[in-house]
């Protein structure tokens, strides 16, 4: 399993991550390594099994929707960037038109 | 009183109960020592001496109201005045808390996690935040983002990840427990490292609320103190269900009052899995575990080989699997309501510069790993199969709890690397956990603890495995063990 230098490139954009030319080509090489070393389990016979799941009794937790006590508006925007009028404060979403 | 840093756990408390010091006298000469070793050391990222003096001295004043009153209505906390260190990972109202990442330098939590709450109303003291591997992702502390913790035994050495400053501010008596996080290893390897006990509970058994997440499906709160009695203590206050955790589950919690037990371990089965002794162990490792295991039949226990015949896959499974889940918890760092944000023109470049700069190499690259293995075209190859494999691994141990009480095994291949030693390697690294992975992906308990020392006098670790929620059976061997040997009463020759 080797990585191309532009399937680093795309899994860095699907992950939302700047990475420099030097990061890309070390990324490329050590999860090529990785992935390599992960292929051993495609000899394992999964076929007549269900994925696992995450608990050992598995109980589906429900629990009554009662309103209760939450963050003060002040806690929550504390660690901020940026925050106006009690919301926080972003940069354009969208491109603005030329 | 002289001689305070030596005390363990229970020590402390009998201490502080029969008057030979005060709470405050106590966590001052932890703070003083640590304080002493901190430079060479680098147990902790956030002390906070400050809070610790303070909550001492509430402890104190509690304490001396409480024998005043001639009929107390309640009994005092369990573990009142007593110090313990946190793990930068679970959050602490007001204090900063960093996950070892700068993406978080500046962040401090507007609440306290359930974990933390429950020892704050047992009365602890709190000494500070500790340091790790970055959101927990490393087998030696060396990816925090605020340089390495050093092995109280070898300061040229690390002390196991990710919970490293919590095992080496134990290990140094800089205080006499600390709360760690156990992943894929991250609260037993650090244990066997710095030659101290650290427990690994079953998945589901403390809450997790307030605990920043890693690997949704493996995350553990744990212990590491100086002996299997010292964590069954603060385990028992820990432990317990707790509304705010989908994933936290309704089970009894017995109290484990071991210093009434008795040492003997008659009708005991201990199993030995023959894929845990493979080649490439170092060999006064596997010595010292054979001999830890002989301690174990003299005491009592029938020792009995098992067979764990999916061992191998779990390093896979697991570096495919954590990733995964990694990549999801870590997509909320965007710059958005909290952490680093890198100013820019747009709201995405403000996403991908801010993750860019924020995290380290670690990170990224499990992040990167996650997301392939999570990508369209990949899902079912990647992920789908390691989930499927995961079931194999759980199989593996549901059988040999039907054979066994207990399994004994190795926590590590070998004992502390020295820093550096696996550069920019990331594949050498992960094979250090090789021996603590099965336990996280079948959600069973671990408890390790120090079975004797390599030739160059570095601690080797034993974990013990048990069944979903027999954490007291753990304890009771492991305690059985210590009242046997003298192993986990060794400490480093530190200044």
Known sequence: ?98 | MTGLTELGVYQSLEALERGDCSSRELTLAFLERSQRLEPEMHAYITPTPELALQMAEAADQRRRAWKRDAAPSQALPGLLGLPVALKDVLTLKGVRCTCGSRILENFVPPFTGTAVQRLLDAGVVVTGKTNMDEFAMGSSTENSGYGPTRNPWDLTRVPGGSSGGSAAAVAGRMVPAALGTDTGGSVRQPASFCGVTGIKPTYGRVSRYGLVAFGSSLDTVGVLAHSAEDAALIFTHLAGYDLRDATSLDVPVPHMALRLQEGNLNGLRVGVPEEYFINGIQPEVEACIRQAIEVLHGLGAEIKPVSLPHTAEALPVYYLIAPAEASANLARYDGVRYGLREPADSLQEVFFNSRGKGFGPEVKRRIMLGTYALSAGYYDAYYGQAQRVRTLIRDDFTQAFQAVDVIAAPVAPSTAFRLGEHGDDPLAMYLEDVFTLPANLAGVPGLAFPVGFDLQGLPVGMQLMGAHFREDLLFKVGHAYQLATDWHTRSPALA
């Open chain 1, 1 to 98: 399993m080797s990585l191309t230098l532009s399937e680093v490139e795309h899994i860095a954009e699907l992950a939302r991550l700047k990475l420099t030319d030097e990061e890309k080509q070390r990324f490329r090489q050590q999860l090529s390594e990785i992935l390599e070393y992960a292929e051993r389990l495609q000899a394992v016979d999964t076929s007549h099994l269900p994925p696992a799941t995450a608990q050992p009794a598995a109980p589906s937790v429900l629990r009554p929707d009662v309103p209760g006590p939450c963050l003060e508006l002040i806690d929550v925007l504390a660690n901020a960037p940026q925050s106006e009028s009690g919301q926080f404060r972003v940069p354009p979403v969208l491109e603005q038109e030329p």
